[in-house]
């Protein structure tokens, strides 16, 4: 789970293993906590994108694309997303297969971008850094998809997913300052083909959650 904090809203991205988990997680856990008095949700179609930056510009890796994996893929992702660090060994004993196996698989996602393994620091904690969360409507016959492209091609745009609501998509931009960020949203994002329309939410604070703790 990661919580955003977006200047007066509060933004919490769930992360659920199917739709009867993620409605009781909203309606009896998240609706019930102390001061929330209204919710507005966008389901999760796509993870479209995502590259863990904590610093604006080009970066020579490029970031991780949704790519259907095998069941023994996804179960030793899982294990080593509470610890990158951990060892094959410890890993093949948690799925049930050889640490070779282990190894093979591992390298495969990673040569694939279906994985990455990295230091994970909040954006927020380095100086100078403006952080906003961006919603975006795509054009009436337009496809989402081509827009959903440019953004993970942008070199400040560390996140894109493809969801449903009053967006069609939302994205992460990572920036050196307030003024950085405007010029990017002015240069880059509305010169952006068939889009009709966005809403900038400027990040207060943010807070990380491991998976599954």
Same mark, same amino acid.
């Given at each position: 789970?990661?919580?955003?904090?977006?200047?007066?809203?509060?933004?919490?991205?769930?992360?659920?293993?199917?739709?009867?988990?993620?409605?009781?997680?909203?309606?009896?856990? $998240?609706?019930?906590?102390?001061?929330?008095?209204?919710? +507005?949700?966008?389901?999760? &179609?796509?993870? &479209?994108?995502?590259?863990?930056?904590?610093?604006?510009?080009?970066?020579? +890796?490029?970031? @991780?694309?949704?790519?259907?994996?095998?069941?023994?893929?996804?179960?030793?992702?899982?294990?080593?997303?509470?610890?990158?660090?951990?060892? &094959?060994?410890?890993?093949?004993?948690? @799925?049930?297969?050889?640490?070779?196996?282990?190894?093979?698989?591992?390298?495969?996602?990673? +040569?694939?971008?279906?994985?990455?393994?990295?230091? $994970?620091?909040?954006?927020?904690?380095?100086?100078?850094?403006?952080?906003?969360?961006?919603?975006?409507?795509?054009?009436?016959?337009?496809?989402?998809?081509?827009?959903?492209?440019?953004?993970?091609?942008?070199?400040?745009?560390?996140?894109?997913?493809?969801?449903?609501?009053?967006?069609?998509?939302?994205?992460?931009? $990572?920036?050196?300052?307030?003024?950085?960020?405007?010029?990017?949203?002015?240069?880059?994002?509305?010169?952006?083909?068939?889009?009709?329309?966005?809403?900038? &939410?400027?990040?207060?604070?943010?807070?990380?959650?491991?998976?599954?703790?």
């Amino acid at each position: 789970m990661m919580k955003r904090w977006l200047g007066g809203l509060g933004g919490v991205e769930v992360i659920s293993k199917d739709r009867d988990t993620l409605r009781d997680a909203i309606e009896r856990r $998240i609706g019930a906590v102390a001061g929330v008095q209204s919710m +507005e949700i966008f389901p999760g &179609f796509s993870l &479209f994108y995502q590259k863990a930056r904590f610093l604006s510009g080009p970066s020579e +890796e490029g970031g @991780v694309r949704t790519v259907p994996l095998q069941d023994v893929d996804k179960q030793i992702a899982l294990a080593l997303s509470g610890d990158g660090r951990l060892p &094959f060994r410890a890993v093949a004993e948690t @799925v049930g297969v050889s640490e070779t196996q282990v190894r093979a698989r591992v390298t495969a996602m990673l +040569e694939s971008r279906q994985m990455s393994i990295l230091a $994970i620091m909040n954006p927020l904690a380095f100086r100078e850094r403006s952080v906003a969360w961006l919603g975006l409507k795509i054009a009436a016959g337009s496809r989402s998809y081509e827009v959903a492209d440019r953004l993970a091609n942008e070199e400040h745009v560390s996140y894109v997913f493809m969801c449903g609501g009053r967006f069609d998509i939302f994205a992460e931009l $990572i920036c050196d300052s307030d003024e950085h960020l405007q010029d990017v949203v002015e240069t880059r994002i509305r010169s952006i083909e068939h889009l009709m329309s966005f809403e900038l &939410f400027l990040y207060i604070d943010l807070h990380y959650k491991l998976l599954g703790s």
